[in-house]
């Protein structure tokens, strides 16, 4: 049985929701073959959430299949990978454009300034907090095994599954080829054009490569705007190079296995630089002198590069000794018209900022996952964790 298109999924976990695609009329109307992973047997039709999720937007949209690139890309892959040239024409002719995904990735309007403390506050906020509560006491069994054998802390994989999904409650409704082809072949203009369709061309075929090694039709992966993935939000190269079949089922399933979703999270932050070793918090509270050198600690990249007495040298201070043996980064936290705060960053908060290169998102990581470990425990504030 035959398939019909490919491409159109993205993602990027710059937004810790993922949104829904809204559903239109498509402009032209096609009957799909059942669908059914590439070059193997015929599997179940995609669920109707997917269907309605993926259709074509109104307007000019590009037609992927009479696309040259596209196909000159379909080409590639087959020849690389060993796909049916057909079966991957027919799939091309199902993916479809989607307007919203590229109007999400154009950069935002100039507007109202960063600020720190509102994005604290829509994100450390009850309801994930309460689920994740409940997620932790499902699976702390595999939490403290993550945390044993990849030295990663329990709290620090409830915060980024929390961030992200809130436990798999928002993973996206966008099926993942139609955003990654739309963006590897409709990127709106923008300055990183061309690396960043260099990109979701990649994405697109370590979908297609995901796809076939999951036995699963490609046109059922469901993702965000960007064509993020499961509970975790991974991106398809992500799912390939960093995932982990934790529950030993023989697939890694980042959709419906949390126990998989633990395992590729802490598998992903060893991978980017977490050190099971380094000792105490991952981020000191800081406050700059005005007669300091300070400013010119920051934007050093997103590392760890700075030892104890270059930030006292600069003029930054801390209530709490710095091990001496470490690097440490400074960053900035702005909030808006009031005082921007300042941390002291470790490597291991520069790795999870590997996740997402946010400074807002790291953090927001680190208080939910401890906002929860307080809620599950009841345990009164470290000294150390007093920011």
Do not use: C
């Given at each position: 049985?035959?398939?019909?298109?490919?491409?159109?999924?993205?993602?990027?976990?710059?937004?810790?929701?993922?949104?829904?695609?809204?559903?239109?009329?498509?402009?032209?109307?096609?009957?799909?073959?059942?669908p059914?992973?590439?070059?193997?047997?015929?599997?179940?039709?995609?669920?109707?959430?997917?269907?309605?999720?993926?259709?074509?937007?109104?307007?000019?949209a590009?037609?992927?299949?009479?696309s040259?690139?596209?196909?000159?890309?379909?080409?590639?892959?087959?020849?690389?990978?060993?796909?049916?040239?057909?079966?991957?024409?027919?799939?091309?002719?199902?993916?479809?454009?989607?307007?919203?995904?590229?109007?999400?990735?154009?950069?935002?309007?100039?507007?109202?300034?960063?600020?720190?403390?509102?994005?604290?506050?829509?994100?450390?906020?009850?309801?994930?907090?309460?689920?994740?509560?409940?997620?932790?006491?499902?699976?702390?069994?595999?939490?403290?095994?993550?945390?044993?054998?990849?030295?990663?802390?329990?709290?620090?994989?409830?915060?980024?599954?929390?961030v992200?999904?809130?436990?798999?409650?928002?993973t996206?409704?966008?099926?993942?080829?139609?955003?990654?082809?739309?963006?590897?072949?409709?990127?709106?203009?923008?300055?990183?054009?061309?690396?960043?369709?260099?990109?979701?061309?990649?994405?697109?075929?370590?979908?297609?490569?995901?796809?076939?090694?999951?036995?699963?039709?490609?046109?059922?992966?469901l993702?965000?705007?960007?064509?993020?993935?499961?509970?975790?939000?991974?991106?398809?190269?992500?799912?390939?190079?960093?995932?982990?079949?934790?529950?030993?089922?023989?697939?890694?399933?980042?959709?419906?296995?949390?126990?998989?979703?633990?395992?590729?999270?802490?598998?992903?932050?060893?991978?980017?630089?977490?050190?099971?070793?380094?000792?105490?918090?991952?981020?000191?509270p800081?406050?700059?002198?005005?007669?300091?050198?300070?400013?010119?600690?920051?934007?050093?990249?997103?590392?760890?590069?700075?030892?104890?007495?270059?930030?006292?040298?600069?003029?930054?201070?801390?209530?709490?000794?710095?091990?001496?043996?470490?690097?440490?980064?400074?960053?900035?936290l702005?909030?808006?018209?009031?005082?921007?705060?300042?941390?002291?960053?470790?490597?291991?908060?520069?790795?999870?900022?590997?996740?997402?290169?946010?400074?807002?998102y790291?953090?927001?990581?680190?208080?939910?996952?401890?906002?929860i470990?307080?809620?599950r425990?009841?345990?009164?504030?470290?000294?150390?964790?007093?920011?």
């Amino acid at each position: 049985m035959k398939l019909t298109s490919l491409l159109l999924a993205l993602a990027v976990s710059a937004s810790p929701l993922s949104q829904a695609a809204p559903a239109k009329k498509p402009g032209k109307k096609s009957v799909p073959s059942k669908p059914r992973a590439i070059g193997k047997a015929a599997l179940p039709v995609a669920a109707a959430a997917a269907t309605a999720a993926a259709a074509s937007e109104a307007g000019d949209a590009p037609v992927f299949s009479e696309s040259e690139a596209v196909n000159a890309f379909a080409d590639e892959v087959a020849l690389r990978h060993g796909f049916p040239r057909a079966e991957l024409a027919e799939l091309i002719g199902q993916i479809r454009y989607i307007d919203t995904a590229v109007q999400l990735v154009k950069p935002a309007p100039k507007g109202k300034p960063k600020n720190w403390q509102n994005y604290r506050r829509a994100t450390i906020e009850p309801i994930r907090i309460r689920a994740g509560v409940a997620f932790w006491n499902q699976h702390a069994a595999v939490l403290a095994r993550a945390q044993a054998e990849y030295g990663v802390p329990a709290e620090i994989i409830v915060g980024i599954i929390g961030v992200e999904t809130i436990y798999g409650r928002q993973t996206g409704r966008f099926r993942v080829l139609d955003v990654l082809a739309t963006l590897a072949f409709a990127y709106p203009e923008a300055p990183n054009r061309a690396a960043r369709m260099a990109f979701f061309k990649g994405e697109l075929e370590n979908a297609l490569v995901l796809a076939r090694k999951s036995n699963i039709d490609p046109l059922s992966m469901l993702g965000s705007f960007a064509g993020a993935i499961g509970m975790p939000q991974f991106m398809p190269g992500s799912v390939l190079a960093y995932g982990v079949d934790y529950d030993n089922n023989g697939s890694i399933d980042l959709r419906g296995s949390a126990v998989d979703a633990i395992g590729s999270v802490a598998s992903f932050l060893v991978q980017h630089g977490w050190q099971a070793k380094q000792q105490g918090p991952l981020v000191y509270p800081a406050a700059v002198s005005g007669q300091g050198s300070w400013e010119n600690l920051l934007n050093q990249g997103l590392a760890a590069r700075l030892r104890a007495e270059d930030l006292r040298a600069g003029g930054v201070t801390t209530g709490l000794d710095l091990p001496a043996n470490q690097r440490f980064g400074l960053i900035d936290l702005p909030n808006g018209s009031d005082p921007t705060e300042y941390r002291i960053a470790t490597d291991n908060f520069f790795a999870i900022t590997q996740y997402n290169r946010s400074y807002f998102y790291a953090m927001s990581v680190i208080e939910l996952g401890r906002a929860i470990r307080l809620s599950r425990t009841g345990q009164p504030l470290a000294q150390m964790e007093t920011l």
